[in-house]
């Protein structure tokens, strides 16, 4: 069965790219006419890992293909991707499986609701990958992949074609810890890294504030359920800043290149589920603010 990628960027290219070359089969789909010509153009995506270079001359089609999909990752930004699923919503296969790499929350949610035919699988990832020109992505950072059914579920057979392919993955029982648990960590990180204009290390500076939202993540954590990806948030957030001090934030880079944030799946998410719940997180609430006056004044949009 063929895999299908549905967005180019630097995680879908790299994914597709590493599927290709353990000769599984797998197809991009570009979303544009211009996009596609560039492909072919091109010929190939070059991938770069480890100091070695490899080129993968991977078909490329339009959403309006004909073939049908049985198996699709969609890697698209949260606030793209229901809008790309619905361009090819009439090739989906009845018993289609959609693997859902979006970060944040809500944005899966809302596609699993609408295309319940699916099974939806939901993926965390801790990758780093950036691309270096449209046609070629850099693997700039080893990590795991947790893959699962928001509904529980057993693992899929098709796993042993990551293990091919070199891809680590984890299946997980309850992978909405996993995302809640992402999720806490990208809204303590990446807005003060915007708002401060630094890198990650560079919060380390900000202890304080960084302790005060862990506090109030934490206790939305538990409110939502999640009490497990509550525990030693803060040590936890310390931990990545740590390790990724020289790094800067994927929202930092959105904003430094004139780029949508995905701000309404990480902050505007944990707002509006605080709400839903009378839970009281002031300081969410004033960061959300002041991200989004942020962005205002940078000219981008605030959703």
């Known amino acids: ?4 990628v549905l967005g180019a960027g630097a995680l879908g290219s ?16 570009l979303r544009s006419a211009q996009r596609l010509a560039d492909y ?3 010929g190939r995506l070059t991938l770069s890992e480890a100091g070695r270079t490899s080129l993968h001359a991977i078909p490329a089609e339009l959403p309006d293909a004909t073939t049908p999909i049985q198996r699709l990752l969609v890697a698209c930004k949260a606030y793209d991707a229901e809008a790309a699923i619905t361009q090819l919503a009439p090739r989906l296969a009845p018993d289609c499986e959609m693997l859902l790499l979006q970060n ?8 699993a609701d609408r295309w319940p035919q699916a099974r939806c ?13 449209s046609m070629h992505v850099v693997f700039a950072g080893h990590g795991q992949n947790w893959l699962g059914a928001p509904d529980g579920g057993e693992a899929p057979v098709w796993l042993d074609e990551l293990d091919r392919a070199g891809i680590p993955h984890s299946w997980s029982s309850d992978i909405l810890a996993r995302l809640w ?8 990180i990446n807005p003060l890294t915007v708002l401060h204009d630094c890198r990650n290390g560079e919060l380390l500076h900000y202890r304080e504030q960084l302790s005060e939202l862990c506090e109030e993540l934490s206790e939305l954590l538990g409110a939502c359920g999640q009490a497990a990806a509550a ?12 390790a990724t001090a020289a790094n800067y934030s994927s929202m930092y880079q959105d904003v430094r290149l004139g ?8 902050l505007g998410h944990a707002c509006r589920s605080a709400d839903s719940l009378g839970l009281a997180v002031p300081r969410l609430h004033a960061l959300h603010r002041r991200l989004r006056e942020h962005l205002r004044q940078h000219g981008l949009p605030t959703d």
């Not at 069965?1 to 299908?4: A, G």
């Not at 944040?104 to 596609?111: F, Y």
């Not at 648990?181 to 303590?188: E, G, H, T, V």
Request: charged fraction near 25%; charge should be positive; hydrophobic fraction near 40%.
């Open 121 to 133: 699988i939901f993926v965390s990832s801790t990758e780093g990958a950036y691309r270096d020109g």
């Open 1 to 4: 069965m063929s895999w299908h």
């Open 231 to 242: 525990e030693e948030l803060e040590r936890d957030v310390l931990r990545v800043i740590e």
């Open 14 to 29: 790299l994914w597709a790219t590493r599927l290709h070359r353990a000769g599984i089969p797998v197809r991009i789909i």
């Open 181 to 188: 648990r992402k999720l806490a960590l990208n809204c303590a």
């Open 104 to 111: 944040g929350l809500g944005s899966q949610q809302s596609i």
């Open 40 to 42: 072919q153009r091109a």
């Open 259 to 266: 780029r949508r944030t995905e701000i309404t799946y990480l």
